[in-house]
């Protein structure tokens, strides 16, 4: 019963490139969140999908950024025109609904560098 | 706006003893859950103990405990015994009806053998 798997988990990228980073839910979760952690803070949300439907994207930059959560496949955030200040571990979670009893259950992130 | 406070950036206890991480939140809904997630060097997220506002009754799980004081908004976390494996960033969380969390700081904790 594999968890949330995150890929890659690393991930250097030059000024300007994209960034794509992956995320495949637990088996038989539909519900993924990203999540957003720069050095030294706490992880900030980004967007909430379910399968095809963006939930709430409040927490994602207005401009490069974008989410999807396709039928078939795993999520996917993509990055445009990366920039220096984008270097951060990205966290995805997943839980089998929401408000999940359980908790949320989290990837082991992508860190992505930009140079 | 939900906003999560960590008081203690960095806290160290001996290999054994007992150490208690603060935490308190704000929020205006009646009807939340909160959690602890322990973030070892690994970098995974893992989580170690949740509660529902509306139980007055603090969660335990095996060594950790909590301490909810919901007028105070205050969510701490007790560990007993500690283990040089408790050796993490322990994050407070809050999730209400949006479904996202809220996420504290951090707080590093070692354990001295």
């Known amino acids: 019963n594999a968890g949330v798997m995150q890929n890659p988990r690393h991930l250097v990228r030059r000024r300007g490139q994209e960034a794509r980073l992956r995320c495949s839910p637990m088996?038989?979760?539909?519900?993924v969140y990203w999540y957003r952690q720069l050095p030294e803070e706490g992880l900030k949300f980004m967007v909430y999908l379910q399968k095809e439907n963006i939930i709430d994207e409040s927490g994602m930059p207005k401009e490069r950024f974008s989410a999807e959560f396709p039928k078939e496949g795993p999520s996917i955030l993509r990055i445009q025109q990366v920039v220096r200040g984008d270097s951060a571990a990205y966290f995805c979670?997943?839980?089998?609904?929401?408000?999940?009893?359980?908790?949320?259950?989290f990837g082991s992130g992508t860190r992505l560098t930009v140079v | 706006a939900q906003t999560v406070t960590q008081s203690q950036p960095e806290m160290s206890v001996q290999e054994a003893e007992t150490v208690t991480l603060s935490c308190t939140y704000d929020?205006?809904?009646?009807?939340?859950?909160l959690f602890w997630y322990k973030q070892p060097p690994s970098r995974q997220m893992i989580l170690v103990i949740r509660?529902?506002?509306?139980?007055?009754q603090n969660a335990t799980e095996n060594r950790f405990s909590v301490n909810f004081q919901k007028a105070a908004k205050s969510f701490s976390l007790k560990i007993s015994d500690s283990q040089l494996g408790d050796a993490a960033m322990y994050f407070c969380?809050?999730?209400?009806?949006?479904?996202?969390?809220?996420f504290g700081e951090g707080t590093q904790l070692t354990v001295n053998p």
């Open positions: 969380a809050t999730e209400t009806s949006g479904s996202r969390l809220t």
């Open positions: 929020t205006s809904e009646s009807d939340y859950y």
């Open positions: 088996k038989g979760h539909s519900h």
């Open positions: 509660q529902e506002a509306y139980k007055q």
């Open positions: 979670a997943s839980s089998p609904g929401d408000r999940s009893f359980y908790g949320y259950t």
